[in-house]
Nanobody, 117 residues
Framework: QVQLIESGGGLVQAGGSLRLSCAASGRIFSNDGVGWSRQAPGKEREFVGSISWSRSTLYGDSVKGRFTISRDDALNTWFLQMDSLKPEDSAVYYC???????????WGQGTQVTVSS
């Protein structure tokens, strides 16, 4: 059974930083793309970014230049470094994984990020 467990969420002031982690179990994702999405209250889930098995990255327009995704395949874990946070970044952040590439298939339970102004 695949499980993705996020950690690192919390409350931070605008301009600050947070680092989210996603630890996977039940499947080795070293050959798969992984990434993050987020959902704010009353809004649709939004793509944040992804990183392929070859370390190619994609980011949503709203986070480009501020967020960085990385992965440690030895730990079967990936990360979301969030800098220069804004109140509009407040959301539940979900880690996710693909089967190879394409759409996210596996999802974590989510972790809350709140950015105060």
């Amino acid at each position: 059974q695949v499980q993705l467990i996020e950690s690192g969420g919390g409350l931070v002031q605008a301009g600050g930083s947070l680092r989210l982690s996603c630890a996977a179990s039940g499947r080795i994702f070293s050959n798969d793309g992984v990434g993050w999405s987020r959902q704010a209250p009353g809004k649709e889930r939004e793509f944040v970014g992804s990183i392929s098995w070859s370390r190619s990255t994609l980011y949503g327009d709203s986070v480009k230049g501020r967020f960085t995704i990385s992965r440690d395949d030895a730990l079967n874990t990936w990360f979301l470094q969030m800098d220069s946070l804004k109140p509009e970044d407040s959301a539940v952040y979900y880690c996710a994984a693909q089967l190879g590439s394409g759409q996210f298939v596996y999802w974590g339970q989510g972790t809350q990020v709140t950015v105060s102004s």
